[in-house]
């Protein structure tokens, strides 16, 4: 697709295909740079490089798709967690009810 072959710069934009036009060894060489040139962000990468930027932009693509579904996990465990000790502490207060009315019965039978 057009996006795969697309290389993003620092402010994850397009950055545009350029060619060296100054003389020297690098003449016509083609590089990717930084979109907002001049005001730049620094981006550049030769274009007979660039598979090494989009393995490592897929990279980071997984590693935050993996965060977010490690951030959803968290958020469903502490719901649960939450429910589990609002269940324990009425329970709790169930059982403590429950002794206190024995310990009545147990009273009041002892009075009698």
Request: with cysteine; hydrophobic share 35%; glycine share 4%.
């Amino acid at each position: 697709s057009k996006n795969e072959r697309q290389v993003l710069c620092y402010h994850d934009e397009v950055a545009p295909l350029r060619v060296v036009r100054f003389n020297g060894p690098t003449a016509g060489k083609r590089f990717y740079g930084c979109s907002y040139w001049p005001k730049t962000c620094g981006f550049f990468k030769w274009a007979d490089e660039v598979n090494e930027i989009r393995d490592l932009q897929y990279k980071c693509f997984e590693k935050d798709t993996e965060i977010a579904d490690l951030e959803m996990n968290n958020n469903m465990l502490e719901e649960k967690q939450e429910d589990q000790i609002q269940q324990l502490a009425i329970e709790n207060t169930e059982m403590r009810e429950g002794l206190l009315s024995a310990k009545s019965d147990r009273t009041l039978a002892l009075a009698l």
